[in-house]
């Protein structure tokens, strides 16, 4: 008896797009944006919904918008997350969209997969306290819960496999070039 695995994942597209893109691979080119208003204090919104991908523009089916802020607590109006948030927002996501693509080529069917980001931020940098002091994250853990019809040793590969092909958690442990402007 053959039980079949459903993720939600159609790995045979994913496949097919990787195989095409071999051939073409100019059109592997990407370029994401999102646009963003300063509405007041450090409250600013932030929608995403036109993207270059495949030779041309592109939409999502529906325009995404964020709210950032800070919280009350650095004398704000707490209008949503902050900005350094939506970074571990960002590479939960990733991940985890990550194993559950794994695991649906690998054919292991997944029950639930929780994860808790945590990133340690010593705030001095950012409020010119300490020139020292970094204005980023001195590290962040990623920790799962993944309950799958797989071993701990399967579901520890997938996860790995996971970080090795996450863009976000590519972009956070190697250098990217930002470049920033004024038009």
């Known amino acids: ?19 095409a893109l071999k051939a073409a691979p100019e059109a592997a ?6 646009t963003s208003t300063w509405d007041r204090g450090v409250h600013t919104t932030v929608r995403v919904k036109d993207f270059f ?21 650095f004398a704000a109006d707490d209008n949503g997350i902050t900005p350094i948030e939506y970074l571990l927002v960002g590479l ?3 991940l985890t969209a990550g194993i559950a693509s794994v695991a649906q080529n ?14 340690s931020h010593d705030i001095r940098g950012i409020l ?7 204005n980023g994250y001195n590290d962040i853990t990623v920790t799962f819960r993944i309950d799958a019809d ?18 976000v958690f590519d972009a956070l442990t190697n250098p990217t070039n930002v470049t920033v402007q004024v038009a």
Request: hydrophobic letters at 35%; glycine letters at 6%; charged letters at 30%.
């Open 92 to 94: 939960a996501s990733c």
């Open 1 to 19: 008896m053959t039980t079949t695995v459903d993720n939600g994942v159609n790995v045979k597209a994913l496949l097919d797009a990787r195989e």
């Open 150 to 167: 797989a071993s701990r040793e399967e579901i520890e590969a997938l996860v790995a496999q996971s970080q090795k092909r996450s863009a």
């Open 29 to 34: 080119q990407f370029k994401w944006r999102v």
């Open 53 to 73: 991908g495949l030779g041309q523009e592109q939409s999502h089916k529906t325009e995404s918008v964020f709210e950032a802020d800070h919280p009350e607590v």
């Open 128 to 134: 010119g306290v300490d020139s020292d002091v970094r």
């Open 106 to 119: 690998r054919g292991i069917q997944l029950r639930s997969v929780e994860a808790t980001v945590e990133g």
